[in-house]
Protein backbone atom coordinates (compact mmCIF):
# COMPACT_ATOMS: atom_id res chain seq x y z
CA UNK A 1 0.00 0.00 0.00
CA UNK A 2 1.49 3.47 -0.95
CA UNK A 3 2.32 6.60 1.43
CA UNK A 4 -1.14 8.35 -0.11
CA UNK A 5 -3.20 5.68 -0.23
CA UNK A 6 -2.47 4.73 3.19
CA UNK A 7 -3.20 8.60 4.16
CA UNK A 8 -6.50 8.56 2.12
CA UNK A 9 -7.33 5.93 4.14
CA UNK A 10 -6.45 7.95 7.41
CA UNK A 11 -8.51 10.69 6.41
CA UNK A 12 -11.45 9.81 4.90
CA UNK A 13 -13.27 8.24 8.01
CA UNK A 14 -13.15 11.36 9.52
CA UNK A 15 -14.70 13.23 6.78
CA UNK A 16 -18.02 12.14 6.99
CA UNK A 17 -18.65 12.62 10.82
CA UNK A 18 -16.91 16.48 9.97
CA UNK A 19 -19.45 16.86 7.57
CA UNK A 20 -22.26 15.78 9.83
CA UNK A 21 -21.08 18.13 12.23
CA UNK A 22 -21.56 21.15 9.97
CA UNK A 23 -24.93 19.65 8.71
CA UNK A 24 -26.87 20.08 12.44
CA UNK A 25 -24.73 22.74 12.77
CA UNK A 26 -26.55 24.46 9.95
CA UNK A 27 -29.74 23.02 10.61
CA UNK A 28 -29.55 24.01 13.88
CA UNK A 29 -29.36 27.69 12.74
CA UNK A 30 -32.10 27.37 10.20
CA UNK A 31 -34.53 26.42 13.27
CA UNK A 32 -33.05 28.57 15.28
CA UNK A 33 -33.81 31.51 12.43
CA UNK A 34 -36.97 29.90 12.17
CA UNK A 35 -38.04 29.96 16.08
CA UNK A 36 -36.63 33.87 16.50
CA UNK A 37 -38.20 34.49 13.17
CA UNK A 38 -41.66 33.34 14.27
CA UNK A 39 -41.53 34.16 17.52
CA UNK A 40 -42.25 30.25 18.70
CA UNK A 41 -41.12 30.74 21.72
CA UNK A 42 -43.39 33.39 22.84
CA UNK A 43 -46.59 32.54 25.40
CA UNK A 44 -50.30 33.36 24.56
CA UNK A 45 -51.97 35.15 26.89
CA UNK A 46 -55.31 37.34 27.19
CA UNK A 47 -55.01 41.30 26.67
CA UNK A 48 -53.57 43.91 28.55
CA UNK A 49 -56.18 45.66 29.93
CA UNK A 50 -56.29 49.22 31.33
CA UNK A 51 -59.69 50.43 32.53
CA UNK A 52 -61.75 52.15 35.47
CA UNK A 53 -63.23 49.88 38.01
CA UNK A 54 -66.86 51.06 36.95
CA UNK A 55 -70.02 49.06 37.38
CA UNK A 56 -70.63 49.19 33.60
CA UNK A 57 -66.82 48.36 32.91
CA UNK A 58 -67.03 45.02 34.98
CA UNK A 59 -70.13 43.81 33.42
CA UNK A 60 -68.52 44.52 29.52
CA UNK A 61 -65.49 42.56 30.55
CA UNK A 62 -67.87 39.52 32.04
CA UNK A 63 -70.28 39.88 29.15
CA UNK A 64 -67.05 40.28 26.48
CA UNK A 65 -64.91 36.90 27.23
CA UNK A 66 -62.65 37.65 24.41
CA UNK A 67 -61.41 40.83 26.28
CA UNK A 68 -60.28 38.14 29.48
CA UNK A 69 -59.49 34.95 28.18
CA UNK A 70 -56.27 34.01 26.42
CA UNK A 71 -56.53 35.08 22.50
CA UNK A 72 -54.56 32.04 20.54
CA UNK A 73 -53.11 32.29 17.53
CA UNK A 74 -51.98 29.59 14.93
CA UNK A 75 -49.21 27.47 16.12
CA UNK A 76 -46.43 28.07 13.24
CA UNK A 77 -47.00 31.42 12.21
CA UNK A 78 -49.60 33.42 14.12
CA UNK A 79 -46.84 34.52 16.97
CA UNK A 80 -45.30 36.70 14.15
CA UNK A 81 -46.48 40.61 13.97
CA UNK A 82 -45.23 40.42 10.01
CA UNK A 83 -46.89 37.27 8.40
CA UNK A 84 -50.42 38.33 10.71
CA UNK A 85 -49.66 41.63 8.90
CA UNK A 86 -48.95 40.34 5.56
CA UNK A 87 -51.76 37.76 5.77
CA UNK A 88 -54.37 40.88 6.18
CA UNK A 89 -52.36 42.92 3.62
CA UNK A 90 -52.62 40.03 0.70
CA UNK A 91 -55.47 37.97 1.65
CA UNK A 92 -57.42 40.02 3.87
CA UNK A 93 -59.01 36.46 5.16
CA UNK A 94 -59.77 32.96 4.57
CA UNK A 95 -63.12 31.98 3.07
CA UNK A 96 -64.72 35.43 2.99
CA UNK A 97 -68.18 35.79 2.36
CA UNK A 98 -69.88 38.04 0.02
CA UNK A 99 -72.71 39.94 1.55
CA UNK A 100 -74.95 41.31 -0.08
CA UNK A 101 -75.66 45.25 0.24
CA UNK A 102 -77.17 48.57 -1.92
CA UNK A 103 -74.53 51.72 -2.49
CA UNK A 104 -75.21 54.96 -1.39
CA UNK A 105 -74.18 58.55 -3.09
CA UNK A 106 -74.05 61.09 -0.74
CA UNK A 107 -72.95 65.17 -2.70
CA UNK A 108 -71.15 67.07 -0.46
CA UNK A 109 -70.79 70.58 -0.58
CA UNK A 110 -67.61 71.15 -2.01
CA UNK A 111 -68.39 69.16 -5.25
CA UNK A 112 -67.25 65.46 -4.12
CA UNK A 113 -69.33 62.70 -3.72
CA UNK A 114 -69.40 60.19 -0.92
CA UNK A 115 -70.53 56.64 -0.85
CA UNK A 116 -71.38 54.05 1.24
CA UNK A 117 -72.19 50.29 1.23
CA UNK A 118 -75.58 49.90 3.30
CA UNK A 119 -76.14 46.26 4.46
CA UNK A 120 -79.34 45.39 6.18
CA UNK A 121 -79.48 42.53 9.10
CA UNK A 122 -79.56 38.92 8.70
CA UNK A 123 -82.23 38.66 11.60
CA UNK A 124 -83.48 40.39 14.79
CA UNK A 125 -80.95 41.63 17.29
CA UNK A 126 -80.80 39.97 20.48
CA UNK A 127 -82.19 42.82 22.50
CA UNK A 128 -85.07 43.74 19.53
CA UNK A 129 -83.71 46.96 18.86
CA UNK A 130 -82.86 48.92 15.64
CA UNK A 131 -78.88 48.59 16.04
CA UNK A 132 -76.57 50.31 13.40
CA UNK A 133 -72.75 49.59 13.18
CA UNK A 134 -71.11 52.72 10.96
CA UNK A 135 -67.84 51.46 9.63
CA UNK A 136 -64.80 53.67 8.42
CA UNK A 137 -61.99 51.24 7.01
CA UNK A 138 -58.07 51.41 6.83
CA UNK A 139 -56.03 53.31 4.75
CA UNK A 140 -57.42 53.03 0.66
CA UNK A 141 -59.85 50.47 1.56
CA UNK A 142 -63.49 50.33 1.21
CA UNK A 143 -66.64 48.08 1.73
CA UNK A 144 -65.21 45.74 -0.96
CA UNK A 145 -62.24 44.24 1.05
CA UNK A 146 -62.16 40.98 2.15
CA UNK A 147 -61.85 41.73 6.00
CA UNK A 148 -64.90 44.17 5.77
CA UNK A 149 -67.09 41.46 4.09
CA UNK A 150 -65.87 39.31 6.86
CA UNK A 151 -66.68 41.44 9.49
CA UNK A 152 -70.14 42.64 8.11
CA UNK A 153 -71.42 38.95 7.01
CA UNK A 154 -70.96 38.49 11.13
CA UNK A 155 -72.51 41.33 12.46
CA UNK A 156 -75.51 41.06 9.59
CA UNK A 157 -76.07 37.38 11.24
CA UNK A 158 -76.32 39.22 14.86
CA UNK A 159 -78.56 41.43 13.93
CA UNK A 160 -76.89 44.75 12.71
CA UNK A 161 -77.57 46.81 9.82
CA UNK A 162 -73.95 48.08 8.81
CA UNK A 163 -73.00 51.02 6.90
CA UNK A 164 -69.84 50.72 5.47
CA UNK A 165 -67.98 54.15 4.46
CA UNK A 166 -65.91 53.97 0.74
CA UNK A 167 -62.91 56.02 1.68
CA UNK A 168 -63.18 58.68 -0.98
CA UNK A 169 -60.87 57.26 -4.10
CA UNK A 170 -60.34 54.00 -2.90
CA UNK A 171 -62.67 52.22 -5.26
CA UNK A 172 -61.52 51.83 -8.22
CA UNK A 173 -64.70 52.53 -10.73
CA UNK A 174 -65.92 55.12 -9.24
CA UNK A 175 -64.54 58.99 -10.12
CA UNK A 176 -63.99 61.44 -7.97
CA UNK A 177 -66.40 64.47 -8.86
CA UNK A 178 -64.20 67.26 -6.84
CA UNK A 179 -60.54 67.73 -6.55
CA UNK A 180 -60.04 66.26 -3.39
CA UNK A 181 -59.52 62.53 -2.01
CA UNK A 182 -59.60 60.86 1.33
CA UNK A 183 -56.87 62.26 3.82
CA UNK A 184 -55.84 61.05 7.37
CA UNK A 185 -58.51 62.28 9.38
CA UNK A 186 -61.12 64.17 7.17
CA UNK A 187 -64.57 63.10 8.58
CA UNK A 188 -66.55 64.65 6.37
CA UNK A 189 -67.73 61.69 4.67
CA UNK A 190 -68.47 59.58 7.46
CA UNK A 191 -70.15 62.41 8.78
CA UNK A 192 -72.14 62.98 5.98
CA UNK A 193 -72.81 58.53 5.90
CA UNK A 194 -73.80 58.80 9.61
CA UNK A 195 -76.36 61.83 9.47
CA UNK A 196 -77.60 59.91 6.38
CA UNK A 197 -78.57 56.55 8.50
CA UNK A 198 -79.68 58.87 11.59
CA UNK A 199 -82.20 60.52 8.96
CA UNK A 200 -83.12 57.44 7.42
CA UNK A 201 -84.00 55.07 10.29
CA UNK A 202 -84.91 57.47 12.68
CA UNK A 203 -85.39 54.98 15.96
CA UNK A 204 -81.98 53.42 15.17
CA UNK A 205 -79.02 53.61 17.96
CA UNK A 206 -75.04 53.72 16.46
CA UNK A 207 -72.33 51.44 17.15
CA UNK A 208 -69.27 53.02 15.57
CA UNK A 209 -66.17 51.21 14.42
CA UNK A 210 -63.03 51.74 13.06
CA UNK A 211 -60.22 49.98 11.77
CA UNK A 212 -56.46 51.56 11.48
CA UNK A 213 -56.97 55.29 9.75
CA UNK A 214 -60.59 54.41 10.22
CA UNK A 215 -59.86 54.46 14.08
CA UNK A 216 -58.80 58.03 13.79
CA UNK A 217 -61.49 59.22 11.69
CA UNK A 218 -64.33 57.67 13.87
CA UNK A 219 -62.95 58.95 17.33
CA UNK A 220 -61.91 62.36 15.71
CA UNK A 221 -65.17 63.01 14.42
CA UNK A 222 -66.92 61.66 17.87
CA UNK A 223 -65.17 64.17 19.81
CA UNK A 224 -65.16 67.20 17.17
CA UNK A 225 -68.88 67.97 18.09
CA UNK A 226 -70.82 67.10 21.15
CA UNK A 227 -73.84 66.24 19.09
CA UNK A 228 -71.83 63.72 17.09
CA UNK A 229 -72.42 61.71 20.10
CA UNK A 230 -76.08 61.69 20.43
CA UNK A 231 -77.73 58.28 19.33
CA UNK A 232 -74.37 56.39 19.96
CA UNK A 233 -73.86 53.22 22.09
CA UNK A 234 -70.52 52.83 22.10
CA UNK A 235 -67.28 53.18 19.84
CA UNK A 236 -63.91 50.23 19.12
CA UNK A 237 -61.33 51.37 17.10
CA UNK A 238 -59.11 48.37 15.80
CA UNK A 239 -54.81 49.27 15.19
CA UNK A 240 -54.84 53.03 14.76
CA UNK A 241 -51.91 55.18 15.58
CA UNK A 242 -53.78 57.99 17.47
CA UNK A 243 -50.89 60.96 16.26
CA UNK A 244 -49.50 61.22 12.97
CA UNK A 245 -47.50 63.31 14.02
CA UNK A 246 -46.19 61.32 16.54
CA UNK A 247 -46.15 58.45 14.04
CA UNK A 248 -44.22 60.31 11.26
CA UNK A 249 -40.71 59.77 13.47
CA UNK A 250 -40.96 56.29 13.92
CA UNK A 251 -42.00 55.72 10.07
CA UNK A 252 -38.95 56.22 9.26
CA UNK A 253 -37.28 54.08 11.36
CA UNK A 254 -35.78 50.66 10.23
CA UNK A 255 -36.76 48.56 13.55
CA UNK A 256 -39.83 46.05 12.81
CA UNK A 257 -39.19 47.22 9.17
CA UNK A 258 -41.09 49.99 9.94
CA UNK A 259 -39.73 52.06 7.07
CA UNK A 260 -40.29 48.97 4.39
CA UNK A 261 -44.06 49.29 5.51
CA UNK A 262 -44.21 52.98 4.80
CA UNK A 263 -42.81 51.99 1.54
CA UNK A 264 -45.34 49.87 0.80
CA UNK A 265 -48.40 51.68 1.70
CA UNK A 266 -46.78 54.84 -0.09
CA UNK A 267 -46.56 53.02 -3.64
CA UNK A 268 -50.00 52.16 -2.54
CA UNK A 269 -51.35 55.58 -2.09
CA UNK A 270 -49.20 56.24 -5.48
CA UNK A 271 -51.39 54.15 -7.45
CA UNK A 272 -54.33 55.28 -6.21
CA UNK A 273 -53.60 58.89 -6.56
CA UNK A 274 -52.50 58.33 -10.34
CA UNK A 275 -55.70 56.58 -10.96
CA UNK A 276 -57.28 60.05 -10.29
CA UNK A 277 -55.08 62.27 -11.84
CA UNK A 278 -57.33 64.08 -14.00
CA UNK A 279 -60.14 64.95 -11.27
CA UNK A 280 -57.28 65.86 -8.81
CA UNK A 281 -54.90 68.33 -10.70
CA UNK A 282 -56.88 69.12 -13.79
CA UNK A 283 -57.54 72.66 -13.20
CA UNK A 284 -53.90 73.51 -12.15
CA UNK A 285 -51.40 74.73 -14.85
CA UNK A 286 -49.42 72.02 -16.87
CA UNK A 287 -46.31 73.58 -14.82
CA UNK A 288 -48.11 72.89 -11.70
CA UNK A 289 -49.30 69.58 -12.60
CA UNK A 290 -46.01 68.30 -13.20
CA UNK A 291 -44.40 69.51 -10.32
CA UNK A 292 -46.87 67.57 -8.53
CA UNK A 293 -46.35 64.76 -10.68
CA UNK A 294 -42.80 64.65 -10.70
CA UNK A 295 -42.49 64.93 -6.43
CA UNK A 296 -45.58 61.70 -6.71
CA UNK A 297 -43.25 59.48 -8.80
CA UNK A 298 -40.49 60.15 -6.75
CA UNK A 299 -41.88 59.78 -3.22
CA UNK A 300 -40.67 56.78 -1.21
CA UNK A 301 -42.38 57.54 2.02
CA UNK A 302 -45.89 58.50 3.30
CA UNK A 303 -44.71 61.98 4.44
CA UNK A 304 -43.63 62.66 1.55
CA UNK A 305 -46.87 62.32 -0.66
CA UNK A 306 -48.76 64.00 2.39
CA UNK A 307 -46.75 67.30 2.18
CA UNK A 308 -46.74 67.42 -1.31
CA UNK A 309 -50.20 65.73 -2.43
CA UNK A 310 -52.33 65.78 0.57
CA UNK A 311 -52.40 68.74 3.04
CA UNK A 312 -53.13 70.42 0.45
CA UNK A 313 -56.84 69.20 -0.38
CA UNK A 314 -57.69 71.17 2.86
CA UNK A 315 -55.14 73.80 3.12
CA UNK A 316 -53.11 73.30 5.39
CA UNK A 317 -49.92 75.14 5.33
CA UNK A 318 -47.42 72.07 6.23
CA UNK A 319 -46.88 68.82 7.15
CA UNK A 320 -46.76 69.35 10.83
CA UNK A 321 -50.02 71.26 10.68
CA UNK A 322 -51.75 68.65 8.48
CA UNK A 323 -50.92 65.78 10.95
CA UNK A 324 -52.14 67.96 14.32
CA UNK A 325 -55.46 68.58 12.51
CA UNK A 326 -56.30 65.80 11.31
CA UNK A 327 -55.23 63.47 14.51
CA UNK A 328 -57.76 62.46 17.03
CA UNK A 329 -55.34 62.53 20.18
CA UNK A 330 -56.22 66.48 20.20
CA UNK A 331 -60.17 65.14 20.02
CA UNK A 332 -60.21 61.78 21.76
CA UNK A 333 -60.97 63.17 25.40
CA UNK A 334 -63.96 64.88 24.63
CA UNK A 335 -65.59 61.25 23.92
CA UNK A 336 -67.54 60.43 26.31
CA UNK A 337 -69.35 57.39 25.13
CA UNK A 338 -67.95 53.80 25.96
CA UNK A 339 -65.04 53.37 23.82
CA UNK A 340 -62.70 50.46 23.45
CA UNK A 341 -59.36 51.01 22.21
CA UNK A 342 -57.52 47.55 20.67
CA UNK A 343 -54.18 47.13 19.61
CA UNK A 344 -51.32 44.45 19.32
CA UNK A 345 -47.80 44.81 20.91
CA UNK A 346 -46.52 43.42 17.63
CA UNK A 347 -48.19 45.28 14.85
CA UNK A 348 -45.41 46.60 13.07
CA UNK A 349 -47.02 49.59 11.86
CA UNK A 350 -47.54 51.16 15.16
CA UNK A 351 -44.76 51.94 17.27
CA UNK A 352 -45.14 51.26 21.24
CA UNK A 353 -44.47 54.67 22.66
CA UNK A 354 -47.65 55.38 20.70
CA UNK A 355 -49.59 53.57 23.22
CA UNK A 356 -49.30 56.06 25.70
CA UNK A 357 -52.15 57.95 24.57
CA UNK A 358 -54.70 55.02 25.29
CA UNK A 359 -52.84 54.16 27.88
CA UNK A 360 -53.17 57.38 29.99
CA UNK A 361 -56.91 57.84 28.04
CA UNK A 362 -58.39 54.99 30.12
CA UNK A 363 -56.36 55.55 33.15
CA UNK A 364 -58.02 58.98 33.11
CA UNK A 365 -61.15 58.24 31.91
CA UNK A 366 -64.27 56.17 33.37
CA UNK A 367 -65.70 55.47 29.98
CA UNK A 368 -62.24 53.96 28.06
CA UNK A 369 -60.96 50.39 28.12
CA UNK A 370 -57.49 49.76 26.39
CA UNK A 371 -56.98 46.23 25.57
CA UNK A 372 -53.66 45.16 24.02
CA UNK A 373 -53.27 41.64 22.65
CA UNK A 374 -49.39 40.11 22.59
CA UNK A 375 -50.27 39.51 19.02
CA UNK A 376 -51.90 40.11 16.28
CA UNK A 377 -49.97 42.40 14.05
CA UNK A 378 -51.92 45.22 12.03
CA UNK A 379 -55.35 43.93 11.62
CA UNK A 380 -54.50 40.41 11.33
CA UNK A 381 -55.92 38.79 14.85
CA UNK A 382 -55.93 35.78 12.90
CA UNK A 383 -57.34 32.34 15.17
CA UNK A 384 -56.28 28.80 14.39
CA UNK A 385 -54.85 25.47 15.66
CA UNK A 386 -51.48 25.23 13.88
CA UNK A 387 -51.26 26.18 10.25
CA UNK A 388 -54.65 27.23 8.76
CA UNK A 389 -56.62 30.34 10.18
CA UNK A 390 -60.45 30.25 10.58
CA UNK A 391 -62.27 32.58 8.84
CA UNK A 392 -63.46 35.03 11.57
CA UNK A 393 -60.81 36.14 13.85
CA UNK A 394 -60.90 37.41 16.97
CA UNK A 395 -60.60 41.08 16.03
CA UNK A 396 -64.55 40.08 14.46
CA UNK A 397 -65.95 38.30 17.62
CA UNK A 398 -64.55 40.94 20.20
CA UNK A 399 -66.07 43.81 18.34
CA UNK A 400 -69.50 42.02 18.35
CA UNK A 401 -68.96 40.77 21.65
CA UNK A 402 -68.58 44.06 23.00
CA UNK A 403 -71.28 45.62 21.05
CA UNK A 404 -73.64 43.06 22.25
CA UNK A 405 -72.88 43.63 25.71
CA UNK A 406 -73.36 47.07 25.29
CA UNK A 407 -76.78 46.83 23.94
CA UNK A 408 -77.56 44.01 26.89
CA UNK A 409 -76.28 47.05 29.20
CA UNK A 410 -78.71 49.44 28.21
CA UNK A 411 -81.47 47.47 27.54
CA UNK A 412 -81.48 45.64 31.08
CA UNK A 413 -80.26 48.94 32.72
CA UNK A 414 -82.45 52.15 34.28
CA UNK A 415 -82.41 55.54 32.38
CA UNK A 416 -79.86 56.82 34.93
CA UNK A 417 -77.92 54.11 34.98
CA UNK A 418 -77.09 53.99 30.68
CA UNK A 419 -73.53 53.68 29.56
CA UNK A 420 -73.91 57.48 28.03
CA UNK A 421 -75.26 59.65 30.83
CA UNK A 422 -72.60 60.41 33.38
CA UNK A 423 -72.95 59.78 37.29
CA UNK A 424 -74.16 63.24 37.92
CA UNK A 425 -77.19 62.18 35.59
CA UNK A 426 -77.87 59.94 38.12
CA UNK A 427 -77.43 62.08 41.34
CA UNK A 428 -79.96 64.64 39.80
CA UNK A 429 -82.78 61.75 38.90
CA UNK A 430 -82.35 60.73 42.38
CA UNK A 431 -82.44 64.22 43.61
Not at 100 to 118: E, H, N, V
Not at 170 to 177: M, S
Not at 294 to 310: K, P
Not at 401 to 426: D, F, M, T, V
Request: glycine share 6%; proline share 6%.
Amino acid sequence: MSTHEADVNTISPEMPAMFDGMKLAAVATVLYIIVRCLNLKSPTAPPDLIYQDTPLNRFLLKSCPQLTKEYIPPLLWGKSGHLQTALYGKLGRVSSPHPSGIRKYLPMQDGATATFDLFEPLGDHRTGDDITMVICPGIGNHSEKHYIRTFVDYAQKDGYRCAVLNHLGALPNIELTSPRMFTYGCTWEFAAMVGYIKRAYPNTQLIVVGFSLGGNIVCKFLGENRTNQERVLCCVSVCQGYSALRAQETFLQWDQFRRFYNFLMADNMKKIILSHRHSLFGGNSIKMIDADLSRLYTATSLMQIDDNIMRKFHGHRSLKEYYEKESCVHYIHNVNVPLLLVNSADDPLVHDTLLNIPRTLAAKKPNVIFALTLHGGHLGFFEGAVLFPQPLTWMDKVIVGYANAICQWEKQKPPCQSSHLSEGSCLEEKA
